[in-house]
Nanobody, 120 residues
Framework: VQLQASGGGLVEAGGSLTLSCATS????????MGWIRQAPGKEHEFVAG????????NYADSVKGRFTISRDNVRHTVDLQMNSLKPEDTAIYYC??????????????WGQGTQVTVSS
């Protein structure tokens, strides 16, 4: 599946952004979906994941209580609502998908990244 992420940008600390992921292939049905990020000079880090059709969600400890992942199974999109952003959230954020297992840094499918920059 081909994934397209959007919604990144520059925001001040404490602000909010919503990232969105869509597919050019029409459906995200039956896929585990999630977000992975990579900060400058660091390895990829799991951020949030959601099952099909959306009952189960999991988050990295660093974003729990601040980020919310959701999916729209009619529009075939997956969003990441990011609140109370911190400078350490600055990273390239990737939408990821997998048919067989929950999304991790070993996910089968990745979209292009979208840059999120949080200024202090």
């Amino acid at each position: 599946v081909q994934l397209q992420a959007s919604g990144g940008g520059l925001v001040e600390a404490g602000g909010s952004l919503t990232l969105s992921c869509a597919t050019s292939e029409g459906t995200l049905s039956y896929y585990y979906m999630g977000w992975i990020r990579q900060a400058p000079g660091k390895e990829h880090e799991f951020v949030a994941g959601i099952s099909w059709p959306g009952r189960n969600k999991n988050y990295a400890d660093s974003v729990k209580g601040r980020f919310t992942i959701s999916r729209d199974n009619v529009r075939h999109t997956v969003d990441l609502q990011m609140n109370s952003l911190k400078p350490e959230d600055t990273a390239i954020y990737y939408c990821a998908a997998d048919r067989a297992k929950p999304v991790s840094t070993a996910a089968a499918f990745w979209g292009q990244g979208t840059q999120v920059t949080v200024s202090s």
